[in-house]
């Protein structure tokens, strides 16, 4: 089982990055699929998670209407769109991926550095 979280970088605030997540070793149609970001000092957060259709999307408070979370199943993969990035947001994020109630599998993490 794979997990490859990339599109990270660093971008000026207002910039926009489209994260992507690309799974192998396991069906993604059959997993919801959840975006997580983790600063220095801070606890990992939640950011955006999406049902394993796609019908059903969460984000937490402070990126909601600026990220969009999207899927591919036949693709293997999963999005993150980032628009409208603040200094804050910087942080390392991870994708994970759960059948059941808790989060199965996770990935390696992308670096995401926004400069104000």
């Known amino acids: 089982v794979q997990l490859q979280a990339f599109g990270g970088g660093l971008v000026q605030a207002g910039g926009s990055l489209r994260l992507s997540c690309v799974v192998s070793?396991?069906?993604?149609?059959?997993?919801?699929m959840g975006w997580f970001r983790q600063a220095p000092g801070k606890e990992r957060e939640g950011v955006s998670c999406i049902s394993d259709s796609g019908g059903t999307t969460y984000y937490a408070d402070s990126v909601k209407g600026r990220f969009t979370i999207s899927r591919d199943n036949a693709r293997n993969t999963v999005y993150l769109q980032m628009n409208s990035l603040k200094p804050e947001d910087s942080a390392v994020y991870y994708c994970a991926a759960k059948a059941g109630r808790s989060y199965d599998y996770w990935g390696q993490g992308t670096q995401v550095t926004v400069s104000s």
């Open positions: 070793g396991f069906t993604l149609a059959y997993y919801h």
